[in-house]
């Protein structure tokens, strides 16, 4: 499940149009679709089906209020990949470090 | 440099930048001289040349065995080298990429950029690394949304 989790998750950040509107409710917080369709750059059905795919990869969650939805953000839902960033942009930052001082002393 | 790019098919790539005040042809050397790759990568029995395996081995620690097994796929002399990266090979959970080191001359010296590649959106495992809170992850977020392009 968790594997069908993170795959969902790297789809549903892949696509330029999703990360804008989830970076928005990252920002500004909860906000209706009506609020990220007036600067969301696509119609209003097109927001609704993004926020669809945020919404499986569990990076945002929804809220009804009569006939309104609000969205917000679920930043949690990003661990694996900052973890995944951390693990290796770590890994090759330390080989560097030590590739440099190698070179130092390949000098001499 | 540090950056993380998700391609269109869900696999990712890490990339690493850094120049270096000396030569390209002696940074290819540190590259690819077993003795050499000992001091600053782990230990191994690379050999820079195309088709050749080779393993890197190091302490085993949470997660994984301690063994890298590569397959060279790429040698251009002081300019590309480019070797598959298998992590748990003998496992289920198989974790491959693909290592590709690029040197361009500079002015200074040389520019080494570093890519790894090809790993699939299900490889948990390698996710395996620092516990992030929620503080440093709401801090850190716009900072993370510029990178991921």
């Known amino acids: 499940m968790r594997t069908a989790a993170s795959a969902t998750l790297f789809k549903a950040l892949g696509d330029p149009t999703r990360r804008a509107l989830f970076e928005r409710l990252s920002r500004d917080g909860e906000l209706n679709v009506r609020v990220l369709t007036d600067q969301a750059g696509v119609s209003q059905p097109a927001v609704s089906k993004h926020l669809g795919v945020l919404k499986q990869a569990g990076l945002v969650r929804h809220r009804r209020d009569g006939r309104e939805t609000f969205y917000c953000a679920e930043p949690k839902a990003l661990a694996p990949l900052v973890d995944w960033m951390g693990y290796y942009g770590a890994f090759w930052q330390e080989r560097f470090d030590k590739l440099e001082d190698l070179l130092k002393r390949m000098d001499q | ?149």
């Open chain 2, 1 to 149: 440099m540090n950056a993380i790019a998700v391609a269109a098919d869900n696999t990712r790539s890490v990339i690493i930048e850094r120049e270096f005040p000396h030569p390209p042809e002696k940074v290819w050397r540190a590259l690819t001289q077993r003795e050499l790759l000992n001091d600053w990568m782990m230990p191994n029995d690379f050999q820079a040349v195309v088709g050749h395996r080779f393993e890197f081995r190091t302490q085993p620690v949470a997660n994984w065995d301690g063994v890298v097994a590569g397959e060279v796929l790429e040698v251009q002399p002081h300019t590309r080298l480019a070797y598959r990266w298998g992590v748990g090979a003998d496992s289920p959970g198989a974790i491959i990429s693909v290592v590709t080191l690029t040197l361009t001359p500079t002015a200074k010296g040389t520019h080494l950029r570093l890519e790894q590649s090809g790993f699939r959106p299900d490889q948990e495992r390698n996710y395996q690394g620092a516990n992030y809170g929620w503080q440093r992850f709401l801090g850190g977020l716009e900072k993370l949304l510029a990178r991921i392009e």
